[in-house]
């Protein structure tokens, strides 16, 4: 993308009546953000579901003046710019309608070929939550995920701190420009972030600072990710429209149950009744449901020994697998007389045993 390039795509997103998926409709039928701008009026006009009103400032001299402020803001910072278009922009936020225009990034971010999940919650976070959060992310590493979130207080910073203390990648996607921080205290983790993923923002450094914006920050955090996990939520709140922001872009939701005294487990419990998420109640559950394979660099590596030591349910598991060649985990569970949840884990412990294996389709087998 030239410095031309990125000045026209910079005023088509000043321009205040066109958002992101009009912008989008724009480009298709002018070929380019340059395309539209220079386009005749009566011919946008010809587009289907483009009106007077919506094009009426296109083409204020404004548009460009602000596009070259905002330019110089961004080579100043070395921020990193992706166009929609662009091979490098994020696969899976491509393929959502509403996706930014451009991203803006800062830091050492790297999705290529890798497990990106999303974790929200409450800002008001209880302490079993931190605990959850933390034992999530510790369990998941193995599988070196990236995490997501939203840089705020309680279950985002939660999630960010677990992610760098195993050296994950964590992405934190802002809701504002990338010439400020919020909340100001979370200034301190700033370095450390960006040294293990980074942040993205669709927002410009000129932008005013609006509550609302959070609620847009929050379909990069659903669209960015193959699945949102929810740890605790009350009965309203914006992890709740991340969830519903995921449902709508078909990724798999997670939520963690509580009691349905706790005013923070009521929305997840909601998730959970209303079928809008999985039921989480181990970290395991998460590759499970989304048929995470260890890679083979990924494995630990466990020296050949001919008597590996199991305990009782392992060894029931390792028995029927034997006698069995390869089968789902459900079925495993299921003769073994064992809860899936608790077989998922046994599963894994046998794997970094060397004593069983994953296989496509949540198979397993005796190695």
């Known amino acids: 993308m030239s410095e031309n390039d990125l000045i026209y795509i910079l005023a088509l997103q000043h321009v205040s009546r066109i958002g ?12 380019s953000a340059e395309g539209v701008l220079k386009e005749k009026k009566q011919n946008l006009l010809k587009i289907d579901g483009i009106g007077a009103i919506t094009i009426s ?31 490098d922009y994020p ?14 990034s800062s830091g050492t971010i790297n999705l290529n070929k890798k497990h990106v999940i999303s974790i929200v919650g409450t800002r008001k976070i209880t302490t079993s939550g931190i605990a959850f959060c933390e034992k999530l992310v510790e369990d998941l590493a193995i599988y070196d995920p990236i995490i997501i979130s939203g840089f705020a207080y309680g279950t985002d910073i939660t999630a960010h701190k677990a992610a760098i203390k195993h050296k994950l990648q964590t992405v934190g996607c802002l809701a504002h420009g990338l010439n400020q921080i919020y909340p100001k205290t979370h200034k301190k983790y700033v ?55 995921a449902n709508s872009y078909n990724r798999d939701v997670f939520a963690v149950p509580g009691r349905t005294t706790d005013s923070l487990s009521i929305g997840c419990n909601n998730l959970i009744k209303q079928q809008k998420a999985h039921l989480l109640s181990t970290p395991f559950d998460v590759p499970y449901i989304l048929n995470w394979q260890l890679e083979k660099e990924q494995q630990p590596v466990v020296q050949k020994q001919l008597f590996v030591e199991l305990d009782t349910d392992e060894k029931a598991v390792y028995n029927y697998l034997k006698n069995h060649n390869k089968e789902l985990l459900d079925t495993i569970a299921i003769n073994c007389k064992l809860p899936t949840y608790k077989t998922a884990s046994i599963l894994l412990n046998m794997e ?16």
Not at 20 to 31: E, P, V, Y
Not at 354 to 363: D, E, S, Y
Request: aromatic share 10%.
């Open 20 to 31: 992101d998926t009009i912008a989008k409709k724009l480009i298709a039928h002018c070929g």
């Open 57 to 87: 400032d296109l083409y204020a001299q404004n548009h460009i003046e602000a596009a070259m402020a905002e330019l110089e803001f961004i080579k100043a910072e070395s921020i990193k710019c992706q166009y929609f278009k662009d091979e």
């Open 352 to 367: 970094l045993k060397n004593v069983v294996r994953p296989l496509p389709g949540k198979l397993f087998e005796v190695v």
């Open 91 to 104: 696969e899976r936020l491509k393929h959502c309608i509403d996706s930014p225009l451009l991203l803006f």
């Open 191 to 245: 370095a450390e972030v960006e040294n293990n993923g980074g942040f993205y923002t669709d927002f410009w450094s000129s932008d005013a600072f609006d509550r609302n914006n959070f609620l847009k920050r929050n379909r990069i955090i659903a669209g960015i990710s193959e699945a949102t996990i929810v740890i605790e939520s009350a009965e309203k709140g914006g992890s709740l429209v991340t969830a519903d922001i």
